[in-house]
Each structure stands twice: as structure tokens, then as C-alpha cells.
């Protein structure tokens, strides 16, 4: 299964563009979507969703148009996580995912096979009986993703689906997510760059509603590399002077001073060596590329 979008705006009608003339093909398995806040990726997920309709340009799946004709049929075809959620808040955590399913047109018998599947995936079964205003963010956050997976879609769009999770749930949620996407097609949109890392080949960075990249991630590492430098200092002053100069994608306190990686098109003008590059590290570049000064930001920047 693939998805299609050829040169897709979204305008609204105090004339922000939100999607701009963009061009994607989102194929099988896991495809990861960074950007940051603002970036349009809530607006394109929409639009993939048939909640918004695009202003210009086309969407296909699996060379169905998305028209008024179709909607029914595509939507049958998707799964949706939104960022924000609120279920029901009255119902036990199984009543709102059976009526979740009645809804979705899921015959009772397999909509109680597939909850009881996704309950113990997700370590939820010992709250089933818990009302859903009683659970934590992260266990609403799982129970929406369970109802996206209810009617078994051939397109998940997922937003944010590991927030509020502790790191064994997160790793948990992703090979459930990895599973999921043999022979489907998932959408995973995050701002946590380790869970792309750790589930995804190809991804796409979006920014002020175009795309910076799409591709895969080896070449993204590969476009970033030699362009991110370990340096040391111990002097802290100092370290807080290299940070308003330069990009800094991590700075730890260690012995006897302070270690950062900088982000930068050519060698810094500090003592520093390459070094490995992270997704992070790439998605930080990319992101910055076209920035102007961006091998040196100004002085006085924080």
C-alpha cells in the first residue's frame, strides 16, 4: 500500500498556509514525520484522515482518489490517533473501546477478540474495569491507540502516540507498532527522534509547511555527516559562549568540564573532532540548513 500526495496545499481562510504545495509518497511499513511545532504536520494528517479537504492538489491511496465519492471507503481503510484525545470519560476503559468498535461497524465478537489482543499488548488488561477519567495520560494515550487499531486498518496515522509512556512502555508501543506495519502502512509523527530511530527506515522533516527532506534515514545520516563536532571545554563560561555561537544538539557536565555536539557546515573554531552522527543530530541540521549565519549564530542569540 502506498499514499500519494501531489502537490497538496492547505489554505485557511484567514490565509495561513499550513501545507504547501507538497509532494510525498508514504509507502508500506513504518514512515516517520518530524517537524516542529507549527511545522503542519497536525493539518497534513488531517487532510490524510479526510478531516480537512486540501485547497489544491491531490491524495491518493492505493490510487483511490480522495474525493467526496470515496470518503466512505477510505475511511473505512484508516486509523486515526490524534494528539489530543478525550474518550468518554463515564465509560470503564472496555465499555468505551466496545463502543468505539460498534461504531467503526466491528461485529461484537471480533471487536472483544481485538480488545482483549490490544489490552495485554498494551498492558492494560488489569484496568479494563477502570473508568476512563480514572486512568494517567499515558494510559488514555494507550487506549487511543487502541481504538485506532480496532478495525484492523491498511493506513494507521498515528500523533504522538508515546507520550506520557515511561521508557519500558515506549519500547513496548513500538514493537507493537512494528508488528502492526507488516504488509500496512503507518504514519508515525513525533517529536521523540529515538522512537523513529528505533522503528522506521524512511522518514520526511516538515517545516513551516513544506518538506526539508524525504527519503531515507541512512541518507539522512549520511547528508549530516561531517557536519556535527564533540568538543570540550572546562571552562563553563566558555561553554555558555560556544552556545550562543554555534548549534548545540547535546551538552552533558562530565569530569573535569563540559562536552557538547555542535551542529555546524564546516569545522568550528574550537578544539573539536567529528563524530558519529545521530538521527537527532541530523534532524537538527536539516532543520537549520538553510538558515542564514547558520554556521555561526549571532552573538547575542539564546
Not at 495520560?137 to 481504538?147: E, P, T
Not at 494507521?156 to 519500558?168: A, N, Q, R, S, V
Not at 569530569?255 to 573539536?272: F, H, N, T, W, Y
Amino acid at each position: 500500500m502506498s499514499i500519494c500526495l501531489n502537490n497538496v496545499s492547505m489554505t485557511f481562510q484567514n490565509n495561513v498556509t499550513a501545507v504547501d504545495h507538497v509532494n510525498l509518497e508514504i509507502p508500506g511499513g513504518i514512515f516517520g514525520l518530524l517537524g516542529e511545532n507549527g511545522a503542519g504536520k497536525t493539518t497534513l494528517m488531517r487532510i490524510l484522515t479526510t478531516v480537512y479537504r486540501p485547497t489544491d492538489g491531490t491524495v491518493s491511496l492505493d490510487g483511490m482518489l480522495y474525493s467526496e465519492g470515496n470518503y466512505g471507503k477510505i475511511q473505512q481503510r484508516i486509523g486515526y490517533l490524534p494528539q489530543e484525545i478525550d474518550l468518554y470519560p463515564n465509560l470503564t476503559v472496555n465499555e468505551c473501546l466496545e463502543y468505539m468498535g460498534e461504531l467503526a461497524g466491528i461485529s461484537r465478537a471480533v471487536c472483544r477478540e481485538r480488545i482483549s489482543y490490544y489490552l495485554e499488548k498494551t498492558s492494560l488488561t488489569a484496568h479494563r474495569k477502570k473508568k476512563m477519567r480514572q486512568l494517567s495520560g499515558g494510559m488514555k494515550r494507550r487506549v487511543g491507540l487502541i481504538q485506532a487499531l480496532l478495525n484492523d486498518p491498511q493506513f494507521l496515522i498515528i500523533d504522538e502516540p508515546t507520550t506520557g509512556l515511561d521508557p519500558e512502555e515506549r519500547i513496548r508501543i513500538r514493537n507493537l507498532l512494528v508488528d502492526f506495519s507488516e504488509n500496512r502502512t503507518v504514519l508515525f509523527s513525533t517529536h521523540v527522534v529515538e522512537d523513529l530511530a528505533a522503528t522506521c527506515s524512511r522518514l520526511a522533516v516538515m517545516k513551516k509547511g513544506r518538506f526539508l527532506y524525504s527519503g531515507g534515514v541512512r541518507e539522512l545520516l549520511a547528508e549530516a555527516a561531517g557536519h556535527v563536532w564533540l568538543c570540550r571545554t572546562d571552562d563553563d563560561v566558555r561553554a555558555r559562549e560556544l552556545e550562543r555561537q554555534y548549534i548545540v544538539s547535546s551538552k552533558q557536565y562530565v569530569e573535569g568540564g563540559v562536552q557538547m555536539r555542535l551542529i555546524c557546515p564546516k569545522k568550528p573554531d574550537v578544539a573539536c573532532v567529528p563524530c558519529e552522527v545521530t538521527l537527532e543530530d541530523a534532524y537538527i541540521y536539516i532543520s537549520n540548513k538553510s538558515v542564514k549565519r547558520f554556521s555561526k549564530r549571532p552573538k547575542d542569540a539564546r
